[in-house]
């Protein structure tokens, strides 16, 4: 059967070809025809033997996702919906920030870890994404930025699905983004964010790239956790805590902690205190999100919202409230992937 050649980090690629009995660099070569000259037939890569190319041919093809809808923000957010080639639908976001142009991937078709708050944990997983389903999202997106003279520079994996539930694919992925023969954005314009599947927290700290890790938290006592997130069940926060301690000891990358305000739920100053303690001493900021409402919870109000991030901050803890964009556009992840599922049955 036919590979996907986006599938394939360049180490992957490389042993591949050693298994014919093909030099390693030649790898290097279909990484630069693929990634650098966006070649997408084998046969355009003419520094590359014919026989060679028909060998490419015959054990690889292009992947492709297909674009169903790009909606656009008034604050200039857009939002990708793609259909896989299985026909399952998922969702990309491009952001752009003074600094940048920054993909929010996703990783799973679906999500198991059903947080009652996230519209992608309504729908359970279907299934992981390849690390080609991963880097096509950014490659399609780069391709347009590209005919503007732009280009993505920042990759967030908070899409669609928890990326430590699909570790391999979603770590591959991360080094064909980050090969400089590859879409080369650099280890520290990445950040993969998980709920906290501890075992992976230890995993990644031995990760060779320098990427940055986020935690979406969004509770600081065991009893709401576990109300809201079902990982916090398996994975208690001295569970998980003990496992950003370690993370950051052996790292030396300071973590993003995620907490999204929910009014009466988690934005009291009583919570604040709680996350206070809870972040004591840990290398960490924590970026404070508004929510993108999805049916059963409210946003806080931003007076309150105000109150929660002075409290933090007279506290010593360093803070940021995290600019909203694509609020018009449901740019919260599986918002739009929802709509059109409802809307097609
Ligand atoms: S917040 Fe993340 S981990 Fe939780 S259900 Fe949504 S996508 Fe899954």
Do not use: W
């Given at each position: 059967m036919k590979a996907n050649i986006y599938d394939y980090s360049r180490d992957a690629l490389a042993e591949y070809f050693l298994s014919l009995g093909s030099p390693k660099f030649r790898a290097t070569q279909v990484f630069e025809a693929v990634y650098r000259h966006r070649i997408i037939a084998f046969g355009d890569i003419t520094n590359l033997k014919k026989e060679f190319r028909d060998k490419l041919k015959?054990?690889?093809?292009?992947?492709?996702?297909?674009?169903?809808?790009?909606?656009?923000?008034?604050?200039?957010?857009?939002?990708?919906?793609y259909r896989l080639t299985d026909g399952n639908l998922i969702e990309t976001v491009l952001m752009?920030?003074?600094?940048?142009?920054?993909?929010?991937?996703t990783t799973q078709v679906g999500c198991n870890m059903g947080c009652l708050f996230c519209a992608s944990g309504q729908i359970k997983k279907i299934r992981d994404l390849t690390p080609g389903e991963m880097v096509m999202q950014a490659l399609t997106i780069d391709d347009v930025l590209r005919k503007e003279g732009n280009r993505v520079s920042h990759v967030v994996?908070?899409?669609?699905?928890?990326?430590?539930?699909?570790y391999h694919n979603v770590t591959e992925f991360i080094k064909i983004i980050n090969d400089v023969k590859g879409l080369e954005i650099g280890a520290r314009h990445i950040t993969l964010s998980t709920c906290g599947i501890v075992p992976k927290i230890y995993e990644f700290s031995q990760f060779p790239l320098q990427v940055n890790l986020a935690v979406s938290l969004h509770f600081a006592s065991d009893d709401k956790r576990s109300r809201y997130m079902r990982i916090n069940k398996v994975y208690n926060l001295e569970a998980l805590f003990e496992a950003l301690h370690y993370y950051y000891k052996k790292t030396k990358r300071r973590i993003t902690i995620e907490y999204i305000l929910l009014s009466g739920i988690n934005d009291s100053l009583q919570d604040a205190a709680a996350l206070v303690r809870l972040v004591r001493g840990l290398n960490c900021y924590i970026n404070l999100i508004p929510y993108n409402e999805t049916g059963m919870f409210k946003r806080t109000k931003s007076t309150q919202a105000r109150l929660f991030f002075d409290y933090l901050i007279k506290n010593g803890i360093n803070v940021v409230t995290r600019k909203e964009q694509?609020?018009?556009?449901?740019?919260?992840?599986?918002?739009?992937?929802?709509?059109?599922?409802?809307?097609?049955?």
């Open positions: 015959e054990d690889f093809y292009f992947g492709s996702l297909s674009v169903v809808k790009v909606l656009v923000s008034e604050d200039k957010t857009q939002k990708y919906l752009k920030h003074d600094y940048g142009y920054s993909v929010c991937v994996i908070m899409g669609i699905g928890e990326p430590f539930d699909n694509g609020h018009d556009i449901a740019a919260a992840c599986g918002q739009l992937r929802i709509k059109e599922m409802i809307c097609k049955d």
